[in-house]
């Protein structure tokens, strides 16, 4: 029995599933691999994630692919974790369990009348502009004028979207239904606020690029929100990325206002803090009230009691995303990750729950670019080697415990099948989720375009199965 292939199961086919597949594949040992995804598509952020007419970034799809294709990891996709398999039937059928998750609801933003009619979340719009399979189709895109809260690369995608007209976002894969809506979206101007200044923005200098190049939006600044302070320029001198940000931001107070005159304008407000969303007399959102802040020194803001108001039919909160909790597993409710350290997942007493680790952003919280999970993965996979083989220190799961590391009760690959069609579940494995890809593909030269992806969770499992044509 101790001669078998390791049997491993990883939860969640995005980057940071795939990348510890991937490098797991590579160590050396025997091992058989399981992949298994919630949603009936793989690849987890880079189809759902991400903004449409992000090309560049959509690439890593196609390494993701290469992984995949060569067949040395199974694809389990719609088998849903805590429903189709708990953790209780994962050591039943495996030896060791990987949970990368990822993180995708949206963080709390605390603030008067954020409860609002009117108030969203961005994870939700880029759910539903990715075509997410379990969100609505329709989103209500009524506003001419939208506030856009955030500092970051999701803050900018949400304004772009919003700000771009539908006909340009039409070389991508973008869904029917949400070009049918953003076809017919009112706007006209769209305000992105951050708390700090423009050398403390977390935007990419390329994605903040791209922004000046939208046709018919013209991007808006005011030099009145320029600051830098001993800090700022400390970290201008220190960081290229900075460096290129605050460029491109200071050559926009150049442009001469009477140029503009495009249909379409993203204002770019800094060192203003949300301070509340105000009602207007149906109940909705009317308005957002800032607070102007004040650079301190050391690139930190405090507060100047002097608010300002911007009228508004909509807010969009892009400060960040935030794990959920996974049935039967510990969970840190103030940094949304799994319970950890250094992947291997902690029980309630900070001892190592043997045989279950964790890796992505449901290990480390939301931080860094989708490349920064290759180092991730390496070292939960680290720990998973050592752990399972005895090859380092024992580790913090005792290698006494894990004879060989193989303690699965029922290893064999079929197993875990039999035992999810028992349940009604319909595993969608590679060569199951390539029809789909076919057929996206074929929509897209039907209607003269690359691609056009399909959204209902029953439309994409049905095609899968050979089920529609």
Not at 327 to 343: K, M, S, Y
Not at 430 to 437: A, D
Request: charged share 25%; hydrophobic share 45%.
């Amino acid at each position: 029995m101790s001669n078998r292939p390791l049997r491993v199961a990883i939860v969640g086919a995005g980057p940071a599933g795939i990348y510890a597949a991937d490098i797991l594949s590579k160590t050396g040992l025997e091992v058989s691999i399981d992949l298994i995804e919630r949603l009936p598509a793989p690849f987890g952020l880079v189809r759902y994630g991400v903004a449409p007419d992000h090309p560049r970034i959509k690439a890593i799809m196609g390494a993701l692919h290469k992984v995949l294709e060569k067949g040395e990891v199974r694809l389990l996709a719609n088998v849903d974790f805590g429903a189709d398999l708990t953790l209780e039937d994962m050591h039943r059928f495996y030896d060791a369990v990987i949970f990368a998750t990822g993180s995708f609801r949206d963080a709390a933003l605390d603030i008067p009348g954020i409860d609002l009619p009117g108030s969203y979340g961005a994870a939700d719009f880029v759910s539903w502009y990715d075509g997410h399979p379990d969100v609505p189709r329709t989103w209500p895109l009524t506003a001419r004028q939208v506030a856009v809260i955030g500092a970051g690369n999701v803050a900018l995608d949400v304004a772009r979207v919003l700000a771009k007209h539908a006909d340009d976002l039409l070389p991508t894969d973008i869904p029917d239904n949400v070009y049918q809506a953003l076809a017919a979206n009112p706007v006209t101007d769209v305000h992105v606020f951050a708390r700090r200044g423009p050398a403390q923005v977390k935007f990419s200098p390329l994605e903040l690029r791209e922004l000046g190049h939208v046709p018919d939006v013209d991007i808006v600044v005011y030099p009145e929100d320029y600051d830098f302070d001993l800090g700022s320029m400390e970290a201008i001198e220190a960081v290229n990325q900075t460096k290129q940000v605050v460029k491109t931001l200071t050559d926009w107070t150049l442009i001469d206002p009477a140029a503009q005159t495009a249909s379409r304008r993203i204002h770019l407000h800094f060192l203003q803090a949300p301070a509340a969303l105000l009602a207007g007399d149906d109940g909705a959102v009317a308005a957002l009230r800032t607070e102007r802040t004040a650079l301190t020194g050391d690139g930190s803001v405090r507060s100047t009691g002097e608010f300002l108001e911007y009228p508004v039919q909509a807010v969009y909160r892009a400060v960040g995303y935030f794990g959920s909790p996974l049935p039967g597993l510990p969970f840190d409710d103030q940094a949304g990750v799994i319970t950890n350290r250094e992947g291997r997942v902690l029980g309630d007493d900070g001892t190592p729950l043997p045989r279950v680790y964790t890796t992505g952003w449901i290990k480390r919280g939301p931080v860094g670019l989708i490349g920064h999970t290759k180092s991730d993965a390496m070292e939960t996979i680290r720990h998973l080697v050592e752990d399972l083989t005895g090859a380092g220190d024992g580790g913090e799961a005792a290698a006494d415990d894990l004879p060989g590391g193989r303690l699965a009760l029922d290893p064999d690959p079929q197993a875990v099948i039999d035992f999810l069609a028992a349940a009604g579940a319909e595993p969608i494995e590679w060569r199951e989720y390539e029809l789909v890809e076919a057929h996206e593909l074929a929509l897209g030269v039907a209607a003269g375009r690359e691609r056009i992806k399909v959204v209902p969770r029953a439309e994409l499992v049905a095609i899968a199965k050979g089920r529609q044509p």
